[in-house]
């Protein structure tokens, strides 16, 4: 999910 | 994952490196702007705060303490180690000119209205105008060692590159973070006219020096 997605990508 | 993102974080890393390795070897930050590397080092601390709060995978908690880490040293490098050559009568613009308005700007456009959330939108609005003391800097002396150049280069494409991973990840993922897309258009574009003269002087052997 998009949230997820956030701490993801730096 | 894919081959744009991993790009853009390699020209990140590089970037960062470049930097360390420009001032350790010639024990000096001369016309590094102090203040830009204050704004990133205020930039991955309030981003990465989520490294105590979730795990992604390996690589990117490495990654998070390295962008962390090459800040501080860097800061260390510039403010203690080797101040003598800090060029601070050229580095004067005034960050709370960027500090007030990312500020406001985050907590009124966020996707939730909590701390993290609030933190993260605000590294991300800082990320997008924090080179702007270092391209003053740059514009004021009107020239940058090819070394600085090379750093400014990495860093710009970064975020360039997670555009093209953004697009990717719309397009086949149905990804769209509307917060991250335009503050990295924003800070993209403000590369553009180094890049120009990056492409045009400094790959064909030239130092970058802008007109008089």
Known sequence: ?10 | MNIFRLAGDIAHLLAVIILLLKIWKSRSCAGISGRSQLLFAIVYTTRYLDLLTNFVSIYNSVMKVVFIAASYATLYLMYMKFKATYDHNHDTFRIEFLLIPVTALALLVNHEFSVLEILWTFSIYLESVAILPQLFMVSKTGEAESITSHYLFALGSYRALYLLNWIYRYYFEGFFDPIAVVAGVVQTVLYCDFFYLYITKVLKGKKLSLPA
Do not use: G, I, T, V
């Open chain 1, 1 to 10: 999910d998009d949230a997820a997605d956030k701490h993801d990508e730096l």
